[in-house]
């Protein structure tokens, strides 16, 4: 039987006694990072062998992880933190057990998620997870346009130096909405920021951000006004009010509320990269 494990994501106490009894039992215990793992293990008197599982090594560890499971060994899976296979290794494990058709299960724990969404204070009752948001700014801002047409709450996961960034794409297309920023879950500096992007913003400009964060955007509400993506805003502009493109970036400008340059390049394909 293979076991994924969820593991604290933060305060060492966060963890279940499934999860310990279940670690203590197994033959061994794949993890990302072996050294920061036996943090874990030594807190709870848990004295079996760790073998690394990482993005970098898991499609060569998988057959003899197979291999194992046939002859009937119980082996865990953790990652550095939280639930293994969300935004960590685990996913290629599950689809190979679920091919050769050998058991497993998960051990379920902390998410940080989960416990971001119930601190932003957003509904709950629709809610989706993107995990990594985007790097290339045009893909980024795509997806970002798409988030803010959604109807429920949005989580995904941002490194520290690129919150700044994604949150000045969000900027630029709806200063207004509601976000929060939930950082450090868990530990001792934990904290969880609400408010209109434009103001979280400029706290988070004001203080470099550090730590792991969670960005949760609230959805769009019922009868509220969306825009089109900004180039089919552009175009829509063009064809139905016969406007040259020039004039129709100055008019898709002032009716977002952005600077008239952003919407040049995006209408000139310049905010591809």
Request: proline content about 5%; some cysteine.
């Amino acid at each position: 039987m293979l076991y994924f494990v969820a593991t604290p994501i933060g305060n060492l106490a966060d963890i279940t006694f499934r999860a310990v009894a279940t670690l203590k039992k197994c033959a061994y215990i794949l993890c990302e990072d072996t050294r920061y793992s036996k943090r874990l293990l030594h807190a709870y008197s848990i004295d079996r062998p760790l073998i690394s599982y990482h993005k970098f090594n898991e499609q060569k560890r998988i057959q003899g992880i197979l291999d194992d499971l046939r002859e009937g060994k119980e082996i865990a899976l953790i990652s550095d933190a939280g639930t293994p296979g969300i935004c960590d290794p685990g996913e290629l494990l599950t689809a190979a057990c679920i091919a050769h058709d050998l058991p497993f299960t998960v051990v379920p724990g902390p998410n940080a998620a989960l416990m971001a969404l119930t601190l932003s204070g957003f509904p709950t009752g629709r809610f989706q997870f993107l995990g990594f948001l985007p790097k290339a700014q045009g893909a980024l801002s795509k997806t970002l346009e798409e988030i803010l047409h959604f109807n429920g709450t949005t989580i995904a996961y941002e490194t520290p130096h690129r919150l700044v960034k994604t949150l000045l794409a969000l900027e630029k297309l709806e200063a207004k909405r509601c976000i929060a920023i939930a950082r450090e879950l868990t530990k001792l500096h934990e904290e969880c920021l609400r408010g209109n992007v434009k103001d979280i913003l400029a706290t988070v400009q004001a203080t470099p951000p550090k730590g792991e964060f969670v960005l949760l955007i609230e959805g769009r509400k019922e009868g509220e006004k969306t825009w089109p993506e900004i180039l089919t805003h552009v175009e829509q502009l063009q064809r139905e009010m016969n406007l040259s493109l020039p004039l129709a970036i100055k008019c898709v400008a002032q009716l977002r509320g952005v600077p008239k340059r952003e919407i040049y390049r995006v209408a000139h394909g310049l905010d591809q990269s």
